[in-house]
């Protein structure tokens, strides 16, 4: 059986996500740290400048996908609540795609749950992004690793 909490909340949204709201909704009495991840278009990523992104989602798998990751947090981590939104539709450059908050008695939990959210979230939940450049677009990856560390030559 799911462990949840009455505080957590999973959303998709195709507005604006106030991440105050959500740090408020996650906050209680019993709560030391609230720790929050938002994740936002950026102007440029890994070549040309990008107009504006697009996310799409396959909508009632995403949200149990969500509610999945959240069970595991508080499976996991000694957490009171979370709130995580995804937004959809046409992004521009500096608005939040995506918001994490999670609250607990002592802030390591926090941090590590947080970190755990935002990681499986990006490899597991299907959502999809597509990149607007000048003279196009991209379905986008996920994230490029960064590249292998080059040998040193031999002295």
Known sequence: MPVT?????YELVRSAIDP????RHVRAGQDGAIVTFDGFVRQESHGPATKYLEYEAYEPMALAKMREIGSQMHERFAIHGVAMVHRLGRLDIGETSVFIAVSAPHRAAAFDACQFAIDTLK???PIWKKEYFQDGAIWADGEIPPAAPKPKPAS
């Open 20 to 23: 105050a709201a959500l740090v």
């Open 5 to 9: 909490s009455e505080n957590d909340l």
């Open 123 to 125: 490899r597991t939940v």
